[in-house]
Nanobody, 119 residues
Framework: QVQLVESGGGLVQAGDSLKLSCAPS????????MGWFRQAPGKEREFVARISWGAGSTDYADSVKGRFTISGDNAKNTVYLQMNSLKPEDTAVYYCAARTRPAGSFTYWGQGTQVTVSS
């Protein structure tokens, strides 16, 4: 069984920074891409950022462009999310995910880590 474990969440003030980490445990696998998603209270889960290993490319939601940076280690299936200039609207549970195919839906998901930004 594959598990993804997020860490690094917490309570910060607006303008602060946080770095989230995600690492796998359990059965090994090969990912083609990894990403971060978030879900705020009362809202649907939304895409935040993605890194595609083969193309070496990254994508971001417009709401986080210029503030968040995704990075990672393909060989270790680990991914990070550096979050700067945090805003109260960034408050959410953040989930990491891994995709084992070149495209399509993400295969594995973490349990999430809470990020709370106070104003």
């Amino acid at each position: 069984q594959v598990q993804l474990v997020e860490s690094g969440g917490g309570l910060v003030q607006a303008g602060d920074s946080l770095k989230l980490s995600c690492a796998p445990s359990g059965r090994t696998f090969t990912s083609r891409a990894m990403g971060w998603f978030r879900q705020a209270p009362g809202k649907e889960r939304e895409f935040v950022a993605r890194i595609s290993w083969g193309a070496g490319s990254t994508d971001y939601a417009d709401s986080v462009k210029g503030r968040f940076t995704i990075s990672g280690d393909n060989a270790k299936n680990t991914v990070y999310l550096q979050m700067n200039s945090l805003k109260p609207e960034d408050t959410a549970v953040y989930y990491c995910a891994a995709r084992t195919r070149p495209a399509g839906s993400f295969t594995y998901w973490g349990q999430g880590t809470q990020v709370t930004v106070s104003s």
